[in-house]
């Protein structure tokens, strides 16, 4: 159990396009999701986290109006990275931890999308 | 905030050897620490974790053993497969803040056949 599945897994596009990606939790209900931004060779980087039926908390430094962040259910989050730039290219991972008390959860990850802007 | 120190940066083993990669943290309210593998293109993929209220824990080839006062936590592969190579991930969260986990800056573990 706990299957995240994040779509697509790889986006090329023109630069200016906006382009989003669905993280889906496949056999779990998931409260929580989160979205990080991890570059080659490099940590994960916390964007964001999204919280069903209500807005996103962004972290420091990361436009909420460039990645706009929409968790509409309680097994589907969304990113929509608007008017994308060449320096926006890079891969998105998504993670879910299952609804339950609250400290007993693990995050689960999605298999990532690799975003290439032109 | 949490600050997660991850170490060494890579790690070459023979197959069959052991493996071990080490991480501390600074925030003394941090009480759950998982490890993730991720595999090139791939999402990280949770292989262990460990709660605050024990020092180890084990699963078949793989342990973690967990330091509160030294606040270091360290994975431990025992008889390594050239399948096990791959970048692993140690993080650190407190509980009580929407599980937001703060990583390690990952360990290319390669086993050499």
């Known amino acids: 159990g706990a299957v995240v599945s994040q779509h697509p897994s790889r986006v090329i596009c023109k630069s200016g396009t906006s382009v989003k990606i669905e993280c889906r939790s496949l056999?779990?209900?998931?409260?929580?999701m989160f979205w990080y931004r991890q570059f080659p060779k490099q940590s994960l980087m916390l964007m964001a986290t999204?919280?069903?039926?209500?807005?996103?908390?962004?972290e420091q430094g990361v436009e909420k109006d460039k990645f706009l962040i929409n968790h509409a259910s309680l097994t589907l989050s969304t990113l929509t990275v608007t008017s994308a730039h060449p320096e926006d290219s890079s891969f998105y991972i998504c993670?879910?931890?299952?609804?339950?008390?609250?400290?007993?959860?693990?995050?689960?990850f999605g298999d990532g999308t690799r975003l290439s802007i032109l | 905030g949490e600050n997660v120190e991850q170490h060494p940066s890579t790690l070459s083993v023979q197959e069959g050897d052991s493996a071990v990669i080490k991480c501390t943290y600074s925030?003394?309210?941090?009480?759950?620490f998982p490890w993730y593998k991720q595999e090139l293109g791939k999402g990280p993929q949770l292989i262990i974790d460990?709660?605050?209220?024990?020092g180890e824990k084990k699963d078949q080839r793989i342990a973690v053993t967990l330091n509160k006062t030294a606040k270091h936590f360290s994975l431990h592969i025992t008889e390594t497969q050239p399948e096990d190579s791959a970048v692993y991930f140690c993080?650190?969260?407190?509980?009580?803040?929407?599980?937001?986990?703060?990583f390690g800056s990952g360990t290319q573990l390669t086993v050499l056949p």
């Open positions: 993670s879910a931890s299952r609804q339950g008390s609250g400290s007993n959860q693990p995050q689960h």
């Open positions: 056999d779990f209900q998931a409260t929580t």
């Open positions: 999204s919280n069903e039926g209500s807005k996103a908390t962004y």
């Open positions: 925030d003394s309210a941090s009480n759950y």
């Open positions: 460990i709660r605050s209220n024990v």
């Open positions: 993080a650190a969260c407190y509980s009580g803040s929407a599980r937001q986990l703060t």
